[in-house]
């Protein structure tokens, strides 16, 4: 089964506590979710592997760690999933970026590929699935299906607000795939909304209803 780590330092919280509040504007809604979204990355590469580099400082020669590779890749779920991007590119600039586009379906539900353009090379990487918020968890194990398929294998998961129910489905279709959250909220609503959640995290995103 897959690990959930849930965030639980102070400045995450504090910042999820800013952007849940109905009085945050898009313009600083949009500025912490990408902080947020680079404090969760520090957490999701922590098990980056590393490798010894000598190097010449101005003293004298010494050996360093770097990146093992340095192959990353940072897929977002359209639209939402773009508002962590910047933020995650600021910790892990030489990653490369694709993009996942869903729809559901209104008659069965289910999530609907409309555009997928991932790096020619994303089987080789160590990739991240972002989107703000997993609610059911339809577009998001979609997501992943779509990039397994393409023979990406090594992925990770990261949001900024879950609910349980997204959480599980994802666990059950994705056992491979570790999940980053950073807050864990209640339940979900008769409408698919996560509470206390933050909204609709698109339209507050990019100031549209």
Request: aromatic share 4%; net charge negative; charged share 25%.
């Amino acid at each position: 089964m897959s690990k959930v780590v849930v965030m639980d330092h102070p400045l995450i919280r504090h910042k999820i506590g800013v952007i849940r509040r109905v009085e945050t504007g898009s313009r600083d809604f949009r500025a912490m979710i990408g902080e947020i979204a680079s404090l969760i990355t520090y957490e999701a590469t922590k098990n980056l592997k590393l490798q010894d580099v000598e190097i010449e400082t101005p003293i004298c020669k010494t050996v360093v760690k770097e990146l093992a590779g340095k192959k990353m890749a940072i897929i977002p779920i359209l639209r939402a999933g773009l508002g962590m991007v910047d933020g995650m590119l600021a910790m892990i600039p030489s990653a490369k970026v694709g993009h996942i586009g869903l729809y559901r379906n209104e008659e069965t539900l289910e999530p609907v590929e409309y555009y997928c353009k991932i790096p020619a090379d994303c089987s080789e990487r160590d990739v991240f699935v972002v989107d703000p918020m997993l609610a059911t968890g339809g577009s998001s194990v979609a997501a992943i299906q779509m990039l397994k398929d393409r023979g990406v294998q090594n992925i990770r998961f990261l949001c900024i607000i879950a609910a349980p129910e997204g959480v599980k489905r994802m666990q059950e279709a994705h056992p491979d795939v570790d999940i980053y959250v950073g807050a864990l909220d209640e339940h979900l609503n008769e409408h698919g909304y996560i509470v206390p959640g933050l909204g609709d995290a698109g339209d507050r995103i990019f100031g549209t209803k």
